[in-house]
C-alpha cells in the first residue's frame, strides 16, 4: 500500500526555472495538502484541496500554483523559482477530518 | 503569540523515563489536535489524535487535552532510543473544510532524545 508518493525526491534548479512536484494518493481520500518545512518555521500549508475541483490558498501561497488533476492526484508548480522557495516540500491527504497522511517529501534546492 | 507553541528542546531523557511533551495552542475553537513524530530527513508520521478533554492511551503512548487551558500534551512512557525525534503538535482550528478536509497549524516541533 503506497499511500502518499511525491515525485521527485530530490531537485535542483536554477533561479527563475519551472518545475512541477507531482502528489498522488491511493487511500481514496478527498482532500489533499502541500506543505514546506524550513529549520524553524515547522510545516506552513501552501495550498490545499478540500475535495475534487476545489483549490484553496494556505498561509504561504505566493510563487506557488496548484492543480488538483483529479482525485489523486494534486501538484504543485513553481513558475519561477527564486532562493526561497529552497525547501522540503511535504504533499498530504485526509478523509474529511481525519488525520492527514503524509508523503515523503521532495527536497528542493534553488541555486 | 503563535498559533501553536512548543518548546523546541532538545528534551533529553534517560532510557525507560516518561518523557512528557508539550504544546499550547491560541485558537479557542480547535476542535482536534494530533501529535506527529518525525525522525531526521524523513516524514510526520501520525502518533496520536484526540479530540476531546482527557487522557488517551495507545500503548505507551498518552495523549492529554485540556481545552480550557489550551493545552495538549504527549506522555511517553518507558521511552526507548527509538523514540528520539522531533514531535510536532498539530492543531485543527475548524471542524471542518466546506467540502471537507481540515487546516491543520502545525507547532515548529520539540526535539526528543533519549540517552542509553
Known amino acids: 500500500n503506497a499511500g502518499v508518493t511525491q515525485t521527485p525526491k530530490f531537485q535542483v534548479l536554477k533561479t527563475g526555472q519551472s518545475m512541477t512536484l507531482q502528489c498522488a494518493q491511493d487511500m481514496n481520500h478527498n482532500s489533499m495538502y502541500w506543505y514546506r518545512q524550513d529549520p524553524g518555521m515547522g510545516l506552513r500549508l501552501i495550498y490545499y484541496?478540500?475535495?475534487?475541483?476545489?483549490?484553496d490558498k494556505g498561509e504561504v501561497p505566493n510563487g506557488y500554483n496548484v492543480s488538483r488533476l483529479n482525485k489523486r492526484e494534486f501538484s504543485l508548480r513553481l513558475e519561477s523559482a527564486a532562493p526561497s522557495q529552497t525547501s522540503v516540500y511535504f504533499c498530504?491527504?485526509?478523509?474529511?477530518?481525519?488525520?492527514?497522511?503524509f508523503g515523503d517529501g521532495t527536497r528542493l534546492s534553488i541555486l | 503569540q503563535k498559533e501553536v507553541e512548543q518548546n523546541s528542546g532538545p528534551l533529553s531523557v534517560p532510557e525507560g523515563a516518561i518523557a512528557s511533551l508539550n504544546c499550547t495552542y491560541s485558537d479557542r475553537v480547535s476542535q482536534s489536535f494530533f501529535w506527529y513524530r518525525q525522525y531526521s530527513g524523513k516524514s510526520p508520521e501520525l502518533i496520536m489524535s484526540i479530540y476531546s478533554n482527557g487522557d488517551k492511551e495507545d500503548g505507551r503512548f498518552t495523549a492529554q487535552l485540556n481545552k480550557a487551558s489550551q493545552y495538549v500534551s504527549l506522555l511517553i512512557r518507558d521511552s526507548q532510543p527509538s523514540d528520539s525525534a522531533t514531535y510536532l503538535c498539530a492543531v485543527n482550528r475548524r471542524e471542518g473544510l466546506t467540502g471537507g478536509g481540515n487546516k491543520l497549524t502545525f507547532g515548529t516541533g520539540t526535539q526528543l532524545k533519549v540517552e542509553l
Open positions: 484541496s478540500a475535495s475534487e475541483g476545489t483549490t
Open positions: 498530504a491527504s485526509s478523509e474529511s477530518s481525519q488525520p492527514q497522511h
